[in-house]
T-cell receptor, first 116, second 111 residues
Framework: DGGITQSPKYLFRKEGQNVTLSCEQN?????MYWYRQDPGQGLRLIYY???????QKGDIAEGYSVSREKKESFPLTVTSAQKNPTAFYLC???????????????FGPGTRLLVL | DAKTTQPPSMDCAEGRAANLPCNHS???????VYWYRQIHSQGPQYIIH???NNETNEMASLIITEDRKSSTLILPHATLRDTAVYYC????????????FGQGTTLQVKP
């Protein structure tokens, strides 16, 4: 069953704690993305990666970090520097890196992060 | 990236066609129109996209005006499961790949 999986579905973070959100895809997609969604708002891009071992900052990268050691995995770490981390986090992937063709992004089910 | 304007909410009777409009008057020649929808607390679902010709797939039809300044997403026979927020997005080929989501239209399908 192909698709994008995110875990956990809900995650609780204590003040000053780093947490890592998982995103895995078995679609053999090259590009992967992380978005943040706040209540009643659209999505904002945090980080994206067009190829293994390479990633770029999006519009709201401060307080977040990522890695792309494997094609199928793109974990997001929410660090203690992110002062307002409570949000719905969405991972997406697409078959080609942007700039070469008009690819479609497909989304995972999301992780809801709550700060205690 | 071009900005899109959508009505904040719409109602549709179950079994009837749902027509969701989108204005994108500043769209450029190489920008595609994409539609996604998001059911509450789930990830956005891709619906359809197009450049200038009308498009149809198993989920919906996309009608783009000849001047490309507006488009309409048509769900031919809306069901209760089509209740969601629908986002109209324009994307230029060659950008970072990010999708710029606006507020979208909340479609409520009623029995």
């Amino acid at each position: 069953d192909g698709g994008i999986t995110q875990s956990p579905k809900y995650l609780f973070r204590k003040e000053g704690q780093n947490v890592t959100l998982s995103c895995e895809q078995n679609l053999n997609h090259d590009a992967m993305y992380w978005y943040r969604q706040d209540p009643g708002q659209g999505l904002r891009l945090i980080y994206y990666s067009q190829i293994v071992n390479d990633f770029q900052k999006g519009d709201i990268a401060e307080g977040y970090s990522v890695s792309r050691e494997k094609k199928e995995s793109f974990p997001l770490t929410v660090t203690s520097a992110q002062k307002n981390p409570t949000a719905f986090y969405l991972c997406a992937s697409s078959i080609y890196p942007s700039g070469r063709t008009q690819e479609t992004q497909y989304f995972g089910p999301g992780t809801r992060l709550l700060v205690l | 990236d071009a900005k899109t304007t959508q009505p904040p909410s719409m109602d549709c009777a179950e079994g009837r066609a749902a027509n969701l409009p989108c204005n994108h008057s500043t769209i450029s020649g190489n920008e595609y129109v994409y539609w996604y929808r998001q059911i509450h607390s789930q990830g956005p679902q891709y619906i359809i996209h197009g450049l200038k010709n009308n498009e149809t797939n198993e989920m919906a039809s996309l009608i783009i005006t000849e001047d490309r300044k507006s488009s309409t997403l048509i769900l031919p026979h809306a069901t209760l499961r089509d209740t969601a927020v629908y986002y109209c997005i324009v994307r230029v080929l060659g950008n970072t790949g990010k999708l710029i989501f606006g507020q979208g239209t909340t479609l409520q399908v009623k029995p």
